[in-house]
């Protein structure tokens, strides 16, 4: 079973400073994909952003962008020119590729917080 | 408006009490789902449907049952509501083939005294 991890439970910024979340994971597929997931207090949770498994390019998304390690399984996050908006808990998610796994598996979660 | 939908957003109740939590989404998509999140930590599946007349179990076990009779309805259901099942329940629904984003409700944070 593939099994995503979190590492940080917690992470700070600085308005307007850069900071980058953690996320490993384990499959033994070669054919995924992987989200980012924002969820604001009460508010509801929407995707950040994805990257499919067989492309290569770093997906990115305008302050939001991704470094995707296939061997090394790692799938990190990182916020440019943070903003207070920013402020939410970040799920790091996996998805198979097999058109009937469209199942996600969360990690844990990172709560963010951004200072002004 | 394509949306995802969630009734009602916040329920306290009685234990024993029976209880439906409404879904609902706009978008057509075939594939929704059931997530139970408690404060502050993952998000956990526990029923998913794949299209009308199809459910099935997540990975967390649970005592909810779910039906899906209409492709935009998907409610989920407790018999008899205990404590335990203090949680926060989302919705999410998803195209099929290769679209392979979840969208999600806004919640139902349940509170079983």
């Known amino acids: 079973a593939q099994t995503v991890t979190q590492s940080q439970p917690e992470m700070s910024v600085q308005e307007a400073e850069t900071v980058t979340l953690s996320c490993t994971y384990d499959?033994?597929?070669?054919?995924?994909?992987l989200f980012w997931y924002k969820q604001p207090p009460s508010r509801q949770m929407i995707l950040v952003i994805r990257?499919?498994?067989?492309?290569?390019q770093n997906a990115t998304e305008n302050r939001f962008s991704v470094n995707f390690q296939k061997a090394a399984k790692s799938f990190s996050l990182k916020i440019s020119d943070s903003q207070l908006g920013d402020a939410a808990m970040y799920f790091c998610?996996?998805?198979?590729?097999?058109?009937?796994?469209?199942?996600?598996?969360f990690g844990a979660g990172t709560i963010l917080r951004v200072k002004s | 408006e394509a949306d995802i939908y969630q009734t009602p957003r916040y329920l306290v109740i009685g234990t024993g009490k029976k209880i439906t939590l409404e879904c609902s989404q706009t978008?057509?998509?075939?594939?929704m789902y059931w997530y139970q999140q408690d404060p502050g930590m993952e998000l956990h599946l526990i029923h998913y449907?794949?299209?009308?007349?199809?459910?099935e179990k997540g990975d967390l076990s649970s005592e909810s049952t779910v039906s899906r009779i209409r492709t935009e309805h998907f409610p989920l259901t407790l018999e008899s509501a205990r404590p335990s099942h203090t949680s926060q329940y989302l919705c999410?629904?998803?195209?099929?083939?290769?679209?392979?984003?979840?969208?999600f409700g806004p919640g139902t944070r349940l509170t079983v005294l």
């Open positions: 999410a629904s998803s195209e099929s083939g290769a679209g392979p984003e979840q969208f």
């Open positions: 499959t033994s597929e070669s054919d995924y994909y």
């Open positions: 990257q499919e498994a067989y492309k290569q």
């Open positions: 998610a996996y998805r198979s590729g097999v058109e009937y796994g469209n199942k996600l598996v």
């Open positions: 978008m057509g998509h075939d594939k």
């Open positions: 449907s794949y299209g009308v007349n199809s459910t």
